[in-house]
């Protein structure tokens, strides 16, 4: 198969920079003692998933059941979910996942532990419980080392469940404060954290100097996108993952139209200064998607002069956030070496629940 011949709008993922991005996380955490447990949030496939195990990660992380039914359907049994879960439903679901590989999960509260017990009485195994702790980001995560302490207890006491240690996202100056103070107290209660879950990627590779995480989780650092080069960690030759999409029309001289619009980039701004538009195009860097609806992007090619792309031809972008992306078609393209490998099902998509 001709990769030009192919229909765009479509996900295009470039093998041997998958294959770099992931062997230098795998050596990052090799060196600085740290197990990786990748999170399969970005690419969603089992292949993907086993070759990062092939390369040394101790398991995977996954944000939703849905998505550790299909991992661990294709064989995966070592499984983190860094979710809370919540409900009769849940705790059902997540005992058919402890009947059949080591699970655990992460969570903030009284009634996500009862959940996760209630599975592991069901499943008659226990659940490896890890206590999400907030360093900043106004999410999920208990705010102070008391709620901290008192969840860890009634993991110790609770059937069901065992308490295995500590979680947080993402990972940054604060996570070490806070471990600083929170762990000689655990330690005088007999409540050491066998691990202790991080992640981020735009952080990664700083993992070690900023607080000490035992287990990694990162999931962008697969592909890569224009935040992870905006943030450093990354450059654009990095980036493995590019949406292939045609010129449709120039209704006008600063204007082009392009076949993807919100049903294929997600909404996702950069950070301050760091660049407008949804999406990068290489080979135009003046190139911004200003504008979407649902099946039309409007690239504002002003600042393209007379190199302004025509209609008919075709453009690789980079999003801003690859994991929205991702999760928003059934199937990618591997290429290797530029080359048509294979079409790819994301067979873990959609998965919200
Ligand atoms: C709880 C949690 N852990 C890990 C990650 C992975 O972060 P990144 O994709 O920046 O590596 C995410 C990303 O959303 C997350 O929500």
Aim: negative net charge; proline residues 5%; charged residues 25%.
């Amino acid at each position: 198969m001709e990769l030009s011949l192919v229909e765009t709008p479509t996900p295009v993922v470039e093998l041997d920079i998958v294959e770099a991005n992931l062997r230098r996380m795998q050596d990052y955490c090799d060196r600085a003692g740290i197990a990786l447990r990748p999170h399969i949030k970005t690419h969603k496939i089992p292949a993907l998933a086993h070759r990062q195990i092939e390369l040394g990660a101790r398991g995977i992380t996954c944000q939703k059941l849905g998505e550790a039914e299909v991992m661990a359907d294709a064989g995966i049994d070592d499984i983190l979910i860094s979710y809370p879960l919540v409900g009769v439903g849940k705790a059902l679901r997540l005992a058919g996942l402890a009947q059949r590989a080591t699970m655990r999960v992460s969570l903030d509260n009284r009634v996500a532990l009862e959940t996760v017990a209630e599975a592991g009485r069901i499943a008659g195994r226990e659940i490896g419980v890890l206590v999400e702790f907030d360093s900043g980001n106004g999410r999920t995560g208990v705010t102070s080392i008391d709620e901290v302490l008192e969840l860890a207890r009634a993991a110790r006491e609770m059937a069901g469940v065992r308490f295995d240690g500590l979680m947080n996202y993402p990972v940054n100056a604060r996570t070490g404060e806070i471990l600083r103070d929170l762990l000689p107290k655990m330690e005088s209660e007999g409540l050491k954290p066998g691990i202790i879950s991080g992640g981020g990627t735009p952080n990664a590779f700083r993992t070690h100097e900023m607080a000490p995480i035992t287990e990694l989780r990162v999931g962008t650092y697969i592909y890569n996108d224009r935040m992870t080069v905006a943030a450093g960690h990354a450059s654009w030759d990095d980036c493995a993952y590019a949406v292939h999409v045609t010129v449709i029309s120039r209704p006008r001289p600063d204007l082009a139209i392009i076949d993807a619009g919100s049903k294929v980039f997600s909404s996702d701004a950069m950070p301050p200064g760091t660049g407008d538009g949804h999406g990068y195009f290489p080979a135009y860097a003046g190139a911004k998607l200003v504008k979407m609806s649902e099946e039309h992007g409007m690239v504002d090619v002003s600042a393209c002069g007379g190199e302004a792309p025509k209609v008919g031809e075709r453009l690789r972008v980079i999003p801003n956030h690859v994991c929205p992306v991702s999760n928003l078609f059934d199937r990618l393209i591997f290429t290797k070496g530029g080359a048509f490998q294979t079409f790819m099902p994301i067979a873990a998509r959609g998965r919200s629940q």
